[in-house]
């Protein structure tokens, strides 16, 4: 039996030490956006079919810690997108993060693959071929960073103002 870790991190970055006001930002209640700062959270797992469904969860459970639910469809659609991509055509562990700001959420997915994702036109009876589609359309931008080790795909939603 192979034993798998699982690795979840969310933590906020530089955000001004708040005194005994900051029991009002405690974990597991949501902050308004002009309280977020800057978050994070990572995940790693085996390459198996399974855990895109589990980094579908992290990504909502996330969005929703930080008081960001208005991302959580096309976040988990292109946390989807990206991590199946990872599974099919990279190799080894897939590690993913999101990084969330006032401005941006930025989702990235690392494997340990050589092979570059290359966006292609399905035809309409092709059940492949649109995952990079689908990311160009839903986010404001995305790139590849190779590494010595494989590669990392990233992708950015904007995060609009709330309409209350």
Known sequence: MTSTARHFKARPINLPHTGAAGADHRPGRALEAADRGAWSATASFPPQPHNVARAR???????????????????????????????RHGRGAVSITLALTDRTLQISVADFGRSLPEAREAADEDSHGRGLAIVGALCTDWSVTTRLTGKTVSCWLEVGPKND
């Open 57 to 87: 969860q992290l990504t909502r459970t996330a969005l929703a810690a930080w008081g960001a639910t208005e991302l959580t469809d096309s976040a988990e659609l292109l946390m989807s997108e990206l991590v199946t991509n990872a599974l």
